[in-house]
């Protein structure tokens, strides 16, 4: 279950969106330690999202069982769009990004605010634990639910880590086009696990798996 969560919270946190680029920013302004403050503040927002979804389908167990394979459907859909609404996004990194001093919890507030407005944040991490199935913790599992979302911590902590290292060592050399290489990662990832599902659910239905 950790190491699922953790799968999920790279994911999750990976897509460049006002966050990551204003972590960057940060970084490249004030240093590693300022994008991993503001990143911590981002984590907990993802944090309280990985626990709304992973105890809520806990607690709604029986219906997912019954209804598994249409929210696996859905889910493997979702994933794929939202896959490619990151692939073909364009985010903007601004290098005279210049941001006012507010003491070192300034960029963890923003970090947790800018994650915790976005709904579709939940949204992801609803379709990615529904489409774990099988995988996926049994209803009434509070530990197994628990160490997913513990997992996610540690994924969303673990891209955080990589991403505020790398910009500090490569800040002289970040573009636009380096920020759209990170997402047709991030998409990229996104669609494969997306299409995964669905061939995965077509193989049911056709009584191969």
Known sequence: MVLLGVAIGFLAAA?????????MQRVFRHGFLAGMVAAIGSVVADGMFATAAAFGLSAVGDFFEGHARTIQLVGGVFLILFGLRIVLSHPHFNPNYSERSGGIFSGMAGGFALTITNPGALLGFL??????GDWAPEPGDWLGAGELV????????LWWLMICALVAKLRDHLDDHWLERVNWFAGGLLIT?????????????????
């Open 15 to 23: 897509p460049v969106g006002p966050v990551n680029v204003m972590t």
């Open 127 to 132: 379709a990615l634990f529904s489409a774990l």
């Open 150 to 157: 513990l997992g996610v911590l540690g994924g969303c902590f």
């Open 193 to 209: 696990f997306g299409g995964v599902i669905l061939v995965r659910q077509g193989l049911i239905y056709v009584g191969l798996l």
